[in-house]
């Protein structure tokens, strides 16, 4: 039997991974940005389940988009229930709201997360079956200025890390009102084609015909290129707030683009839509994307609260810091490398070690190599900053050998001073 990861996935792995970006430390280093960053902009985390009733995305992500009716991981449990791993975060931060009654706290609730989601797609460079989000949500306000908010924190998020050649697409599918007016008009365009639809958008056309303008499949590209555009039918509140975004995306630097192909294949937008796309990405290029969805928690049973939110893949984050970075520099080794010159000092060497590590200094220790030269490399392939070598000489004088790995310069210092002079280095 050969066991290997289901397809789709991946392994993160501190070496020996066949691609940098699923080296651990590189998760560890960009994970850690996400929080520094949410937490200046104050979002508050928030963690739910892997797993969830499957109708919760059904209502909130909605039927007839792919997510939903292709790509779901949905199971029975022993009980009978039907389960669904979850696709994206925005249903089941709104489920939490909603059970924990947290808008009694009244005013916005700022959150995020960072978590496994997961989708049966066809898997490519930038697209599993298991991938991660960091996402945010704004829960409470309806004011353009929480649509910059989100759209800048992602950008920050991108600018923090280095990462270059991304452009925020931004559009405006409307209120609902403006909705009503365009889907007349729509299925008034397409009904003349409807033989030369696609069978999946024959059955959007009766469900839920702006859902067509999400299809990838050719044939409805090109039918879709005569189509009404959706931003003639917006009302005037909805066209205000779109103008409303643009001006203080402006105002605060960010630059975008307006475009009116950016529709989204999640059912719960409405107004604002945004994705940033990357030229470093190969085949799949939003490396993040989010709009405001001011009807999905009262449509999920809770009350009625504008929200607005993003999410980004981690996979492609990484992806495209590798492309543009390929030199990123591996993870610190540990300070110190006892290494123990003969058999009686071992125990020294993990006493030391040991004390070390307790104080908070990352100690590492050899314990294969008979040679001092073997074990040198060794300490060097750690990436290990200082060798410490003691024989039984030191241990008689009761000091230590302290071997700079970089200069190569040795010095003896006394065994109580070891702390207070690799302190300096944690
Ligand atoms: P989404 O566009 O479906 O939105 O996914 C957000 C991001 O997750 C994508 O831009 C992409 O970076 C990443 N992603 C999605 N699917 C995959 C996959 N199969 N493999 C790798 N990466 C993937 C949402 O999920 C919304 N919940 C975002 C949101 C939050 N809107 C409002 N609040």
């Known amino acids: 039997m050969h066991f290997q990861v289901p397809k789709g996935t991946f392994d993160v792995l501190p070496y020996g991974a066949e691609e940098k970006w699923r080296l651990s430390s590189l998760w560890i280093r960009v994970e850690t940005l996400l929080r520094e960053v949410a937490s200046d902009y104050g979002y508050q985390e928030i963690r739910t389940p892997i797993y969830e009733q499957a109708e919760l995305f059904d209502r909130g992500v909605g039927e007839t988009s792919d997510i939903v009716s292709k790509e779901m991981f949905t199971f029975l449990d022993k009980g009978g229930r039907q389960l669904a791993l979850r696709p ?13 009654g947290l808008a009694q706290k009244g005013g916005l609730h700022r959150f995020f997360y960072l978590g496994p989601m997961f989708r049966y797609e066809r898997p490519q460079s930038g697209r599993y079956r298991q991938h991660t989000q960091f996402g945010v949500e704004v829960i409470g306000g309806k004011g353009a200025e929480l649509d910059a908010e989100v759209i800048d924190l992602l950008f920050q998020v991108y600018q923090r890390l280095g990462l270059k050649n991304l452009t925020v697409h931004l559009n405006s599918v409307g209120d609902p009102p403006s909705r009503a007016s365009y889907r007349e008009a729509l299925l008034g365009y397409l009904r003349p084609y409807f033989q030369d639809l696609s069978s999946d958008s024959q059955v959007r056309f009766e469900k839920n015909p702006l859902r067509i303008l999400d299809s990838k499949d050719p044939k409805d590209k090109e039918i879709l290129q005569g189509a009404p555009s959706l931003s003639a039918h917006l009302t005037t509140e909805a066209k205000e707030h779109f103008e409303q975004v643009q001006e203080r995306l402006a105002s605060i630097g960010i630059p975008f683009v307006v475009n009116d192909k950016i529709v989204r294949g999640l059912d719960y937008y409405n107004k604002t839509v945004f994705e940033v796309l990357s030229t470093d990405l190969k085949a799949q290029n939003t490396m993040g994307a ?11 049973g809770g009350a009625d609260l504008p929200s607005v939110g993003f999410a980004t893949g981690l996979e492609r984050v990484l992806q495209a810091l590798v492309q543009l970075y390929p030199e990123v520099s591996p993870e610190k080794g540990p300070v110190a490398y006892f290494i123990p010159m003969g058999d009686e000092a ?5 006493t030391l070690a040991t004390l070390c590590r307790r104080e908070g200094i990352s100690a590492g220790i050899e314990l294969q190599a008979k040679k001092l030269q073997a074990a040198l490399q060794n300490g060097s392939k750690e990436r290990a900053r200082f060798f410490i070598l003691i024989g039984s000489e030191e241990i008689e004088k009761r000091t230590v050998q302290v ?17 207070h002079y690799l302190r300096g280095y944690r």
Do not use: N, P, W
């Not at 405001?292 to 999920?300: A, F, P, S």
């Not at 071992?346 to 993990?350: I, Q, R, Y």
């Open 403 to 419: 071997k700079h790995a970089e200069t190569r310069e040795q010095e003896e210092i006394a065994e109580e001073k070891l702390f």
């Open 290 to 300: 989010g709009g405001r969805y001011d009807g999905l928690l009262k449509q999920l």
């Open 88 to 100: 994206e975060g925005t249903s089941s931060v709104m489920r939490a709201f909603m059970e924990h």
């Open 346 to 350: 071992l125990g020294k060497c993990f």
